[in-house]
């Protein structure tokens, strides 16, 4: 069964370093998400992406965030300089429609010291 | 803004008994809903989703879940809970008018008792 990955699975950074999270969706998908999860938190919408351009996008997902598809198959996640409170789980997840059911990854654990 | 809760922080049920996790959505439109697992070490699994038609929707795993749209509700569902079953649950909303982001529940942890 087809299924989103991301790599790393864990990551250790220091305060103001750039960091990238790596996702590849399901192949023939056309929507991918950035969601994240800060530990005792609720799983909160980043971004949603769609040829090529950002569709929708939180608050949270501010200038120090980008996102990018820069082949046919990896959809990444830069956070540019990063704070202790980007510590977090992050998922990646992808759809073959809008609205429809979104798959997520396993998530990359980013500790930021 | 539309939001999710789930207001059992943890349960904790014996193995062959049923289970019940409660889902309360706030939104004015017709949401799509949806039940993901986590399992420790593991990613979202998709459990099953609600988008129109029979408000009782089966899942895999024997999960199934009903929409009551009276009591804004979508409530999960086992009728005899395996020792596999052990992880954390959470309910999701998605609605065409917010977009395509999912907002989600804080996750219900259950703990399976031999």
């Known amino acids: 069964e087809p299924e989103v990955t991301q790599t790393p699975s864990h990551q250790v950074t220091q305060m103001g370093q750039e960091v990238i999270l790596r996702c590849v969706p399901i192949s023939n998908h056309l929507y991918f998400y950035w969601y994240r999860q800060i530990l005792g938190q609720k799983v909160e919408f980043l971004v949603s992406f769609y040829n090529n351009e950002i569709s929708e996008k939180s608050e949270i997902f501010d200038d120090q965030f980008s996102v990018e598809r820069p082949d046919g198959s990896n959809f990444t996640l830069k956070i540019r300089s990063t704070k202790l409170e980007d510590s977090a789980m992050y998922f990646c997840a992808s759809s073959d429609m809008v609205f429809e059911t979104q798959y997520f990854g396993p998530g990359t654990r980013l500790l930021v010291l | 803004a539309q939001s999710v809760t789930q207001p059992d922080i943890h349960i904790t049920v014996s193995e062959g008994a049923s289970l019940e996790l409660r889902c309360n959505y706030s939104?004015?439109?017709?949401?799509?809903l949806f039940w993901y697992v986590q399992s420790p070490g593991q990613g979202l699994q998709l459990l099953l989703k609600?988008?129109?038609?029979?408000?009782l929707v089966q899942g895999i795993k024997g999960f199934e879940a009903e929409f009551k749209r009276s009591q804004s509700s979508f409530n999960l569902r086992k009728p005899s809970v395996h020792w596999s079953d052990a992880a954390e649950y959470f309910c999701a909303v998605g609605a065409q008018a917010a977009g395509n982001k999912l907002t989600f529940g804080g996750g219900t942890r259950v703990l399976v008792k031999p």
């Open positions: 939104y004015g439109a017709t949401p799509y």
């Open positions: 609600y988008f129109s038609g029979d408000t």
